[in-house]
């Protein structure tokens, strides 16, 4: 693990970690960041160009899962330079592949660690989707990346195992376990949880802003990303018996734990005090 130099901070700056988890918006919500970050900077959220590739700050997770990824390779090292460089009070990293890094919480803990090095406070955002729409959703953006599985042998390894491992990446969907992860490691006042709808986005920045301290943020105009492939190439959906399975499975606990992080009520009229 490596050791960052702690700096003394006259006022606490402040990060927020978005972690996805993966169809829940993400890539939308990083596109937006990506293409106008000069006009978020000028409101003071800052989106470090540093560990970004494909939108999101994804060599972070990519450095870790994958050694021999040559672009990632130094990626928290730069992300780090760059932040203790330009000094920004409100930074935004967002990659759901550091959901992937549940696995291995020791990166999370070098990842804290090195943000915590520079002065900042750290807050983790997740969005959870209901399990069985999750599942589906999951398997057709794998299909798109070449996943060759039927949907009943899909949902018999999420059974048997909680989980899927594709391309070196493990999609967790037991969401208590994969919550308690960044409570633990992050404190869980620290982590604020959403439910996944198709207008999430004007919400994450809602809580992204609150933690921050900023103004509210909205966007002008959210982008439409890795849509669901339909017609011939598509992945065969899921029969309504396949998504119970795996429902009676991984449970129902998305309005439980949205309630044990619901640390207090954030509405626009909230934001604008």
């Known amino acids: 693990m490596a050791f960052w130099r702690r700096r003394a901070a006259a006022s606490p700056k402040r990060a927020v970690l978005h972690v996805g988890l993966h169809k829940t918006a ?39 899962l994958n050694p021999k990824n040559e672009e990632a390779k130094g990626a928290l090292a730069k992300l780090v330079a760059e932040l203790d460089n330009r000094e920004p009070e409100a930074v935004l ?32 955002l997740l969005t959870l989707r ?21 949907p009943e042998d899909f949902a018999a390894r999420i059974i048997s195992t909680n ?4 391309n070196g990446r493990t999609f967790s969907f037991d ?3 994969l919550v308690g992860v960044f409570d633990e490691v992050f404190g ?6 959403l439910e996944y709808s198709p207008e999430i986005v004007p919400e994450m920045l809602l809580v992204i802003s609150h933690r921050l301290q900023l ?6 105009e959210i982008p439409m990303t890795n849509l669901r492939v339909t017609g ?42």
């Open 215 to 220: 103004a509210p943020i909205f966007p002008r």
């Open 26 to 64: 993400t890539t939308a919500l990083q596109k937006m960041m990506h293409e106008g970050s000069a006009t978020f900077a000028t409101q003071g959220l800052y989106y470090p160009e540093a560990s970004r590739t494909y939108y999101g700050h994804h060599l972070l997770g990519y450095e870790y």
């Open 163 to 166: 989980g899927f491992e594709f």
């Open 188 to 193: 869980a006042d620290q982590v604020d949880l």
């Open 93 to 124: 990293i967002s990659s759901e592949n550091i959901e992937h890094l549940t696995l291995h919480p020791e990166r999370l803990v070098e990842i804290r660690d090195a943000l915590r090095g520079l002065g900042y406070e750290i807050s983790v």
């Open 232 to 273: 011939e190439g598509a992945a065969p959906p899921f029969s309504m018996e396949i998504k119970e399975q795996i429902r009676s499975s991984c449970g129902e606990h998305i309005g439980h734990l949205l309630a044990l992080h619901r640390h207090e009520v954030i509405t626009p009229r909230d934001l604008f005090r």
């Open 130 to 150: 209901e399990v069985g729409e999750y599942a589906e959703a999951v398997f057709a953006e794998l299909h798109k990346h070449g996943l060759q599985v039927s």
């Open 175 to 177: 969401f208590p376990w």
